[in-house]
């Protein structure tokens, strides 16, 4: 059994991190894995925003495509609430229904 773990730190040394990173996107591609997109706040200073998107550097280049940079970046779970047209809802209730990428909304912390 610890052999097995040892053979599992050599693949995850940092001079294997590129190769293992191809090998992994080869399998994803040819076991058609896809994950769902995630709900990322963006925050910069005392502003939010929330963007939908599929990954962290998409979510950041929608965010910069409208003139918001982030300093900060945290995927939400889904079960959060947040109040959306004056009303309190989960993201999951909010997501239903939406394409992907696209900016959910946001707001000031003042």
């Not at 076991?31 to 979510?59: R, T, W």
């Not at 993201?91 to 239903?96: E, G, L």
């Amino acid at each position: 059994m610890s052999d097995d773990a040892h053979e599992l730190d050599l693949y995850f040394k940092e001079k294997h991190i590129i190769r293992m990173n191809k090998e992994l996107a080869a399998y994803k591609k040819k076991m058609n894995i896809k994950y769902d997109p995630y709900i990322y706040e963006l925050k910069n200073g005392q502003k939010s925003l929330y963007v939908y998107a599929f990954n962290e550097k998409q979510a950041v280049f929608i965010a910069s495509q409208n003139l918001f940079y982030a300093e900060k970046v945290r995927t939400c779970d889904k079960s959060e609430l947040m109040t959306f047209n004056g009303r309190d809802m989960t993201f999951k209730s909010i997501i239903q229904n939406k394409k992907t990428p696209q900016i959910l909304g946001g707001f000031n912390h003042d």
